[in-house]
Structures are given as structure tokens and as C-alpha cells.
Nanobody, 127 residues
Framework: QVQLVESGGGLVQAGGSLRLSCEPA????????VGWFRQGPGKEREFVAA????????SFADSVKGRFTISRDVTKNTVYLQMDSLKPEDTAVYYC????????????????????WGQGTQVTVSS
């Protein structure tokens, strides 16, 4: 079992930025495709962004395209979700998730495809 740890959430005004981090506890992140999902109040969990373990392929939900970026730092064993131009509708608990895969360029946008999940970090955007 891989334990994922998210950090970087908080309260920010609309138009502001936050950077979320995700790292595995006691394990390397190599060969793991990583995704971010979120669940807002009264809403279902939804896909936000994903990155392949090579870092060369990424995917974003339409609602965050052009505002969010996803990246990974191999030296720090960490995946980041940079969130800019935040809107109140981005308010949610953000979850990091990972999937061990032999395919360096693969990414996944469906929750069921992932193997391991973090506990989530709260992001609140005030208007």
C-alpha cells in the first residue's frame, strides 16, 4: 500500500494562486502516473489533472485548462498542481492519486483507474 501525502491547500481570494504538492510516504514516485481529483461541497469527485510518470504527458479537465498546470520533480519525488486564477467554484477537497504503470507516457482521468489515494487537502476560494 502506498501512502500519498498532499499539502499546500488553504484559503485564497478569487484570482489568487496556490500550489499543491503530493508525495508518497517512504516510497519513490517513479513509474507512477499521478492524478489530481477534487470534490466540492455537495458534488461528486471529479478529475482535475493528470501526469505520466515520464512527465511528458499531461491532461486537464476543461474547467481548469489554461489556469492549472501539473508537473513533477523527480529529484524531490513530488508532483505539483499549480493553480492560478482561482475561482470560488474551485473550492473543494483536492486528492492526489497514483497508479503504477509500465507505460511512461500514460496518464489516467478516471478515478477507478487509480490504485492509491491521499487523504486530501482543502482549497477554499473566497469571492
Amino acid at each position: 500500500q502506498v501512502q500519498l501525502v498532499e499539502s499546500g491547500g488553504g484559503l485564497v481570494q478569487a484570482g489568487g494562486s496556490l500550489r499543491l504538492s503530493c508525495e508518497p510516504a517512504r516510497r519513490t514516485f517513479s513509474r507512477y502516473a499521478v492524478g489530481w481529483f477534487r470534490q466540492g461541497p455537495g458534488k461528486e469527485r471529479e478529475f482535475v489533472a493528470a501526469i505520466s510518470w515520464s512527465g511528458t504527458s499531461t491532461s486537464f479537465a476543461d474547467s481548469v485548462k489554461g489556469r492549472f498546470t501539473i508537473s513533477r520533480d523527480v529529484t524531490k519525488n513530488t508532483v505539483y498542481l499549480q493553480m492560478d486564477s482561482l475561482k470560488p467554484e474551485d473550492t473543494a477537497v483536492y486528492y492526489c492519486t497514483g497508479k503504477l504503470t509500465p507505460y511512461s507516457g500514460a496518464f489516467y482521468s478516471t478515478a477507478d483507474e487509480y490504485d492509491f489515494w491521499g487523504q486530501g487537502t482543502q482549497v477554499t476560494v473566497s469571492s
